[in-house]
């Protein structure tokens, strides 16, 4: 087994460019699950639908606005994506799960998962399931850079980048600002925090669509790599959940951490044992179940 | 000596309240004056704390009428109630443990002009001064107790609702609460004081309201006091 060390840290190089995936995605449904108590199943199909948004704002916005030429470009998409799938997120959370929140979560959680089959099922009657390729990656995001030890494409450096800076950039205002402060006081006991004079059901609104663009912002993120299609969502949160479940609910560093160790062991498996390596997460999430059932960064009952 | 009537502060009129199917309170029937403190007195499950988180609206529905400075709260959502001025100290003090202590402090949203500032608190409260980059439960409960009182002064609020402050500390703070409470009196505060027997504001309280089984069974005011010490000790089952 020719296993050099560039081999080796450049397939880690690659599994963290999963990883990063990975935390964004555990970290939006590691916030949501701590304010709105549910886990939120529709996570995937509305990462999926801010490729999309990548996607046909490049392709067939300026056609249907009777302008050929014009394409949402790759920077615009990074943040008109998030608004609008954010946006959905506020009308979901106002119309929909609001009027759960009295019951048992598990309502919560079929609701999700109902809207994720929804919203898949929707685009797979319009959309292309084997993909579509985004040409939207801007010019100066081409080429590769040379890491010393391998040359990396210079679209996945940034993809990391961008992806450590906002996981970090969310952790820190969660965890050292007053608006955080906020936050983990009504992830605690949202009732004491509204006899505060607090809008907990405002915060509750706008935490689930920050939560959920978050994941659009992952998908255009994605969008240049992977191509787009309707079920890149349900194959990305599959993973997502069993990192949910080894990092444990209600962590914002812990789920960050998890996402970038697992996308990185992942990485490392397929250099050691190729086969493994879709599925060692699942092995890993076994183990983590028997021997500390909270997760690594979950508090114990 | 009768003193001129205070300006009305609160006033609560056929109150009912619900968690879900129980019932849990009959009609209770209060009011209070600018600048009183009274008592609601009380065995384990008679309902005072309803009362109070019925006042800010954290009970599962409510009926009946009540006003703050004269405004209607009954249909008004939680945050908007505290708005009209009122701090609440929950039963076991509801300290965030993931916040800092000067988080804690700061949390609640300054609801009118002249609450305390930091450094005022921090001169009354010098302990806590010297954990505020501690988590908030690793503080002694009685520095603990002293965090959730300094919390809501800082925010303007003047109608207090305190549920059983004094509630497993030890004696000397206690006093040190007695003290407060008699500062507080003093400033102007309007106070809701609920405790399991009215030896700690007995000197302090205006009036004490007697709870049991959902209703006010009795009323004593402090002339009264004295000669009805049985009476309350029967009520309270000591
Ligand atoms: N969240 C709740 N759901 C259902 N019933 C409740 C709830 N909270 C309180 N109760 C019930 O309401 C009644 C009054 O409770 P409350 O907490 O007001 O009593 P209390 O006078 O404050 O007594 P103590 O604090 O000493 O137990 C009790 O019978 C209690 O079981
Ligand atoms: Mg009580």
């Not at chain 1, 890491?147 to 980048?161: D, T």
């Not at chain 1, 194959?235 to 962590?251: D, L, P």
């Not at chain 1, 092995?283 to 997760?295: D, Q």
């Not at chain 2, 954990?131 to 303007?156: D, H, K, Y």
């Amino acid at each position: 087994m020719g296993m050099s060390v560039q081999t080796v840290l450049s397939q880690v190089m690659l599994g963290l460019n999963n990883g990063v995936f990975y935390a964004i995605l555990s970290l939006g449904l590691a916030v949501i699950f701590g304010l709105l108590n549910i886990v939120n199943f529709v996570h995937g199909a509305l990462y999926m639908l801010g490729a999309y948004v990548a996607l046909l704002g490049f392709t067939m916005l300026g056609p249907l606005l009777g302008k050929p030429d014009f394409h949402l470009n790759y920077w615009a998409a990074l943040i008109v994506a998030p608004l609008v799938v954010g946006a959905l997120g506020v009308l979901i959370e106002k119309t929909m799960l609001r009027r759960l929140r009295k019951f048992d979560h598990l309502y919560g959680l079929l609701l999700t998962f109902g809207l994720a089959l929804i919203i898949q099922g929707v685009f797979t009657n319009y959309f292309n399931v084997s993909g579509d390729a985004y040409d939207g990656k801007p010019e100066s995001l081409s080429g590769v850079v040379d890491l010393g030890f391998m040359l990396f494409p210079k679209y996945r450096v940034w993809v990391i980048g961008i992806s450590l800076a906002v996981c970090f950039g969310t952790w820190f205002v969660i965890e050292r600002t007053k608006l955080g402060s906020y936050l983990r006081a009504g992830t605690e006991n949202p009732e004491l925090v509204k006899a505060f004079g607090i809008n907990v059901p405002l915060m509750i609104t706008l935490t689930y669509g920050f939560g959920v663009g978050l994941a659009a912002f992952a998908g255009v993120l994605a969008a240049p790599i992977y191509s787009v299609s309707p079920v890149m969502g349900s194959e990305m949160i599959i993973t997502v959940f069993a990192v949910v479940v080894i990092g444990g609910m209600g962590s914002i560093m812990g789920s960050i951490l998890t996402g970038l160790l697992l996308g990185m062991v992942e990485g490392f498996t397929k250099v050691v044992y190729a086969p493994a390596s879709s599925t060692v997460i699942f092995l890993i999430m076994v183990l983590v179940l028997l021997v500390k059932p909270a997760g690594l960064f979950g508090k114990e009952a | 000596m009768p003193e001129a009537a205070p300006k009305e502060m609160l006033r609560i009129s056929g109150l009912h309240a619900f968690y879900g199917e129980s019932h849990i309170l009959h009609g209770i029937d209060l009011v209070v004056g600018e600048g009183e403190l009274v008592t609601l007195l009380g065995r384990n499950g008679a309902g005072r704390t309803t009362i109070l988180k019925s006042i800010i609206g954290l009970v599962g529905s409510r009926s009946g009428s009540i006003t703050v400075h004269g405004t209607e709260t009954i249909n008004l959502p939680t945050h908007k109630i505290a708005h009209l001025g009122i701090g609440y100290c929950p039963e076991e003090r509801g300290i965030f443990s993931s916040l800092t202590v000067e988080e804690n402090l700061m949390l609640p949203v300054v609801v009118r002009k002249g609450g305390l500032s930091l450094p005022e608190i921090y001169d009354m409260f010098p302990n806590l001064l010297e954990r505020r980059t501690s988590m908030g439960t690793r503080l002694s409960g009685g520095e603990q107790q002293m965090l959730a009182m300094a919390r809501i002064l800082r925010t303007g609020a003047n109608l207090l609702l305190l549920d059983e402050i004094t509630e497993g500390l030890a004696p000397v703070i206690v006093q040190t609460l007695r003290q407060l409470m008699g500062q507080l009196k003093e400033r102007g505060f309007t106070i809701i004081l609920v405790e399991q027997n009215f030896h700690f504001a007995a000197d302090l309280a205006d009036r004490h309201y007697v709870i049991d089984r959902g209703t006010i069974a009795d009323m004593i005011t402090r002339d009264q006091l004295s000669a009805s010490t049985g009476k309350l000790n029967q009520y309270l089952g000591v």
